[in-house]
C-alpha cells in the first residue's frame, strides 16, 4: 500500500471539471463501565484549526485498529496518514507525511465511551507525535475529538478537530468513471483478512485485479485487456468526506463511493451500485 500511495500522490486533483456492534458501555450489574468496542477498520479525518491555511490542513488516517480490554493498536503496516488540501472541488494529495513516508503507528487507551490517541509517524529522533482525545459513538462507529502536535520532522506544532468513521466491508459491484471518459463495471470482494480481489469486463474481456484495504483507502493492481496494466487507490467517502468534496467531475459523491488515483495520471470516481 505503501509503494501505491508514493506513486500516485503527486496527481492533481480529484473533482475537477465495518459494521459495528451495539453500545457497550453497560455496567454489567455494577462497577466501571465496560469499555466501547471499536477494533476494525477505521478512516480518521483530521482538520487544523491552528494553521487552516497550511499547504495541507486535512488529513486522513487509515487504520486498522485491534483491541485488547482498554487497549487500541494498529501497526506501521496497517496505519496510514495521508495529508491532503482542498481547492474548490478539486482534492489534492501531499507527496507524502510529515517524517516522508505514510507510514504510522497507533495506541489508545478507551475508558466507557471515552478514548486518549497518540499517532507517532517516522521513528527515532525523526518523529512526529500527535495525541488525541475522543467520544466514542453508542454504537461505537463513530469517533468525534480534538488533536494536538508540538510538531517535529520540520513540521510547526499543530492542533485541530477530528471525525473517525468504521468502515464496513467494500465488498459490492461499482460503477467506475473516469475523466478520460473510460467507464467500466467492477466487482469487489473483501476478505476477512482485508484482502481484495475485483473483477469485471471491459470492451467484452474480463479481467482481475487484486490488492488490499487499509481502513478507508483500498490498493488495486493487475492487467486490464485492452487497457493495460493499472495502479489504482482510492478513498472512501465517509459522511465527512463526502461533506467535504461533494462531487467528483460533476457526480454527487455518496457515502460507500470512492475516489480513485491511477499511477498514470488519471483520475476517476467509484460508484456504489
Not at 496518514?81 to 505514510?102: E, H, K, M, R
Not at 495506541?107 to 475522543?134: D, M, Q, R, W
Request: aromatic content about 8%; overall charge negative.
Amino acid at each position: 500500500m505503501k509503494n501505491a500511495l508514493a506513486a500516485v500522490a503527486l496527481l492533481c486533483c480529484v473533482g475537477c471539471g465495518g459494521g459495528g456492534g451495539g453500545s457497550s458501555t453497560s455496567t454489567g450489574g455494577g462497577g466501571n463501565p465496560s469499555p466501547a468496542s471499536i477494533g476494525g477498520k477505521w478512516q480518521i479525518i483530521a482538520t487544523s484549526t491552528q494553521n487552516p491555511g497550511a499547504n495541507f490542513p486535512y488529513a486522513g488516517i487509515e487504520a486498522i485498529l485491534s483491541q485488547t480490554d482498554t487497549s487500541v493498536s494498529a501497526g506501521n503496516q496497517a496505519a496510514l496518514v495521508i495529508p491532503f488540501y482542498l481547492q474548490g472541488t478539486s482534492y489534492y494529495i501531499a507527496s507524502g507525511d510529515a517524517c516522508g513516508d505514510y507510514l504510522a503507528t497507533i495506541s489508545g487507551t478507551i475508558s466507557s465511551s471515552n478514548i486518549t490517541i497518540t499517532l507517532t509517524e517516522g521513528s527515532g529522533a525523526n518523529t512526529y507525535v500527535v495525541n488525541a482525545t475522543g467520544t466514542i459513538s453508542n454504537n461505537n462507529t463513530k469517533i468525534a475529538g480534538t488533536y494536538s502536535a508540538p510538531g517535529g520532522c520540520g513540521v510547526a506544532a499543530d492542533s485541530g478537530t477530528f471525525v473517525g468513521t468504521l468502515i464496513p466491508s467494500v465488498s459490492g459491484n461499482y460503477n467506475v468513471t473516469f475523466g478520460t471518459g473510460t467507464n467500466f463495471g467492477l466487482s469487489l470482494t473483501e476478505d476477512s483478512n482485508h484482502n481484495l480481489t475485483a473483477s469485471g469486463t471491459y470492451q467484452g474481456s474480463s479481467y482481475t485485479l487484486t490488492g488490499e484495504t487499509v481502513g478507508g483507502a483500498i490498493e488495486l493492481q493487475g492487467t486490464i485487456p485492452g487497457y493495460g496494466s493499472i495502479q489504482y487507490v482510492g478513498f472512501y467517502f465517509d459522511s465527512t468526506l463526502v461533506s467535504l468534496v461533494p462531487t467528483v467531475g460533476g457526480i454527487s459523491t455518496r457515502t460507500g463511493d470512492f475516489i480513485i488515483f491511477g499511477s498514470d495520471g488519471s483520475v476517476g470516481f467509484a460508484s456504489k451500485q
